[in-house]
């Protein structure tokens, strides 16, 4: 893009003689506080004559919003403050209509969950696949879409997450393709694949954007140089009909602020700045570092980095191996051991550790030393393992977190209106979960509202919450409730 960034257009005003009578109250100042701040400070303003809004842009911002739908390919951009999630519930409220049914991805981020309750939606379930004994989720089947669209043809909206949280992408092009065979739009959570549509030098998937779908979200903070909170929503294509499209930007004005960050803006089209010149060649750069990082790591006795030879299995099209799984399945130690090893003896902090795996995440900002430390620390805790195999009964069994298939009772939004109890974890088989249940991060639902407390279900929760992870809506003090619907005996 030609011209002045909205940066330096920030900067030169920051600089002027204009005198702030208007929001925000620290008048472009940093008093007595920390001066890594001030710079900041001095370019955050309001919507002032000659910056636009956001949410009636008809200036600079609409300018730069064009310009990144020309980056990207897509027929609309805009522009997302409140992060990808405030896209996601746009797309879902802005494509279904109230009481609709929707099609979606079970491994979905909880956004899409809130926007099926805020819409009062039917919610139609599709499963990822598991790769084999690994436990480790893949991709969405195109003909279980099929099959599911072919069962329930009242279904207004697919949305599919691509790539997961592990870097699977499934077959969007085919997924596509039935879809619009249906006559409707497919939505796509690709927020951790904001470096797609860059990448075509640099060894990683293609964006679904380019593999027709209709609406996908990203979120540049997670993969790209830009501000936690920043992040873009891309439209295409004719079947997202002009309806469902406006209904989209309505819905970005109620999910984001009605005072948009310009800090946030700026960041986000400098970003996009990066990205479409040298950003293409560091993610080059960046696919051989990581060639280098896998080679290294082969020598590892106890711990399994995914490589490559999964694609064409588990419903995985492609992957992003900026992913980096590392399986324990050795019986010894656990994901959650390694995450702690690695925080205490080598000062690396990863992404998730789960019970049966930890995930490193990689970006093409990350350093070679950085890479080279985290191979070091796995070769350290290696060892730690091989010497925990001379003791005996340190054996443990690592659980395979294959999905539990629940039962489902009731909608969402019939749940949220229901009357709910408090029931002790050891009682609760059987009976209707009346809030979701998430470890935090990934942030996806292991239960959803409606769906029936089944006694494996209630068992991998339990060991979720002896783990130490973080797990989202169980009640008291050390979680030993869940929230259920009122008993009516």
Same mark, same amino acid.
């Given at each position: ?17 204009? =005198? ?10 940093? +008093? ?7 710079? *900041? ?30 980056? =990207? ?27 609709? !049914? ?29 790769? %084999?004994?690994?436990?480790?989720? %893949? $991709? ?18 697919? +949305? ?7 870097? +699977? ?11 619009? !065979?249906? $006559? ?8 951790? %694949? ?7 030098? $640099? ?79 560091? *993610? ?34 492609? !992957? ?72 005996? $009964? ?27 109890? *408090? ?19 990934? %942030? ?20 979720? !919450?002896?783990?130490?992870? +973080? ?19």
């Amino acid at each position: 893009m030609q011209g002045k960034s909205l940066f330096q257009r920030l900067r030169e005003y920051a600089g002027s003689d204009n =005198y702030p009578f208007h929001m925000p109250g620290h008048k472009r100042q940093m +008093m007595g506080g920390e001066p890594e701040l001030s710079g *900041l400070f001095s370019v955050d303003i309001t919507e002032i004559d000659g910056f636009d809004d956001l949410h009636h842009a008809d200036g600079i911002l609409k300018d730069y919003m064009e310009w990144a739908a020309e980056c =990207y390919g897509a027929d609309e951009s805009r522009y997302l403050v409140n992060g990808s999630s405030s896209g996601i519930l746009s797309a879902v409220c802005g494509c279904v209509k109230q009481g609709g !049914r929707i099609l979606v991805g079970r491994n979905c981020h909880k956004s899409v969950y809130h926007g099926i309750l805020l819409k009062g939606l039917r919610a139609v379930y599709v499963y990822p696949q598991v790769i %084999g004994d690994l436990g480790i989720q %893949g $991709g969405i089947l195109p003909e279980d879409v099929e099959r599911c669209l072919d069962e329930f043809p009242d279904i207004q909206a697919v +949305m599919i997450v691509s790539p997961t949280y592990d870097g +699977m992408v499934s077959d969007i092009g085919k997924i596509a393709q039935i879809v619009h !065979r249906h $006559g409707i739009p497919l939505l796509v959570d690709e927020a951790h %694949g904001a470096h797609f549509p860059f990448s075509e030098k $640099g060894g990683f998937p293609v964006s679904a954007l380019d593999k027709g779908a209709d609406v996908v979200v990203q979120s540049l903070h997670k993969t790209l140089p830009s501000p936690t909170q920043t992040a873009i929503i891309h439209m295409k294509g004719k079947y997202l009909r002009e309806e469902a499209r406006e209904g989209i930007k309505r819905y970005l004005s109620i999910f984001q602020s009605s005072s948009p960050s310009y800090v946030f803006m700026a960041a986000i089209e400098r970003c996009i700045r990066y990205m479409d010149g040298e950003g293409r060649e560091r *993610l080059g750069e960046f696919s051989r570092e990581l060639d280098d990082f896998y080679g290294e790591c082969r020598g590892l006795n106890n711990i399994l980095v995914l490589g490559k030879g999964y694609e064409g299995k588990a419903g995985i099209y492609a !992957r992003d191996y900026s992913k980096i799984i590392l399986h324990m399945g050795c019986g010894r130690r656990d994901g959650v051991w390694l995450g702690r090893y690695l925080r205490q003896r080598c000062h690396l902090e990863l992404e998730m550790c789960m019970p049966w795996y930890a995930l490193a995440l990689a970006s093409l900002w990350d350093s070679q030393e950085g890479l080279k430390r985290l191979c070091k620390g796995l070769y350290g805790a290696d060892r730690v393992i091989d010497r925990m195999k001379e003791k005996k $009964g340190e054996e443990r069994r690592i659980l395979d977190g294959k999905w539990v298939v629940p039962e489902t009772a009731w909608t969402i939004g019939e749940v949220a209106e229901m009357e709910t109890e *408090l029931c002790r974890a050891e009682e609760c088989e059987g009976r209707v979960s009346a809030d979701f249940i998430y470890v935090y991060p990934p %942030g996806i639902p292991y239960v959803v509202l409606g769906e029936v407390l089944s006694k494996d279900i209630v068992s991998m929760v339990d060991v979720f !919450r002896k783990s130490g992870l +973080m797990v989202h809506g169980l009640k008291g003090k050390s979680g030993e409730f869940f929230k259920v619907v009122k008993s009516t005996g």
